[in-house]
């Protein structure tokens, strides 16, 4: 167990719906990650937040969007959804250095139909 | 459980036999290199990770090894165990750019009894 909680494990919608991951980062890091995995992309970056700014930006679409709240958890909010959003949505928390490691989360199976 | 990909290269290994598994990195300027597992289910676990100042580091029962001349990374599993089966990821980061990881396609770890 990495300490990191996402919830819900499995989430199922149709296209066009909007949906929110949740992400509870271990205690005392202050660093969350978003990544997507899928079949063909493999384990992409999304965005990082640090202390509830933003921090890093990667190949995140302008439909996905996220935030960190004062207690440190996180939400991946995806909006306008297609089928080709369907993937493994995971998160990471690390502490503030930067070669602090990355704990993942378990991951939220994501399915549009 | 979920598959992570269906074209991941595999590496069948017979138990007690030691496993290699390769990665070649693209960004001569990483820095920082990480090795994970990932089960089928669940998030990527860490295993090791290396310095671009060092060539070779030990854990227990896995080597990494480094070689920037040719942007290789390799890890060595001593004595493979069923419960090493999984895919393998590598993972790199230029410090400097922030802390966004960039992952390797994987490889899958097949261990025979």
Redesign the interface.
């Known amino acids: 167990d990495s300490g990191v909680t996402q919830t819900p494990k499995h989430l199922i919608t149709a296209t066009g719906q909007r949906v929110t991951l949740r992400c509870s980062p271990r205690s005392g890091d202050l660093s969350v990650y978003w990544y997507q995995q899928s079949l063909d992309q493999g384990l992409q970056f999304l965005i990082q937040y640090y202390n509830g700014e933003e921090r890093a930006k990667g190949n995140i679409l302008e439909r996905f969007s996220a935030q960190q709240f004062p207690d440190l958890h996180s939400e991946l909010n995806l909006s306008s959804l297609e089928l080709g959003d369907s993937a493994l949505y995971f998160c990471a928390s690390s502490g503030m250095g930067n070669t602090d490691t990355q704990y993942f989360g378990p991951g939220t199976r994501l399915t549009v139909l | 459980g979920?598959?992570?990909?269906?074209h991941l290269p595999t590496l069948s290994v017979q138990e007690g036999d030691n496993s290699i598994i390769n990665c070649a990195y693209s960004n001569s300027a990483s820095d920082?290199f990480?090795w994970?597992k990932q089960e089928s289910?669940?998030?990527?676990?860490?295993i090791i990770?290396i310095?671009s100042n060092m060539d070779k580091r030990q854990g227990q029962r896995v080597t990494v090894l480094l070689n920037k001349t040719v942007k290789h990374l390799s890890l060595q599993i001593a004595a493979t165990q069923p419960g090493d089966s999984a895919v393998y990821?590598c993972?790199e980061?230029e410090?400097a750019a922030?802390?966004?990881?960039?992952?390797?396609?994987?490889t899958r770890v097949l261990v025979k009894p």
């Open positions: 979920e598959s992570v990909g269906l920082y990480i994970y289910g669940k998030g990527p676990q860490f990770d310095r990821f993972a980061k410090r922030g802390n966004k990881l960039t992952f390797g396609g994987g």
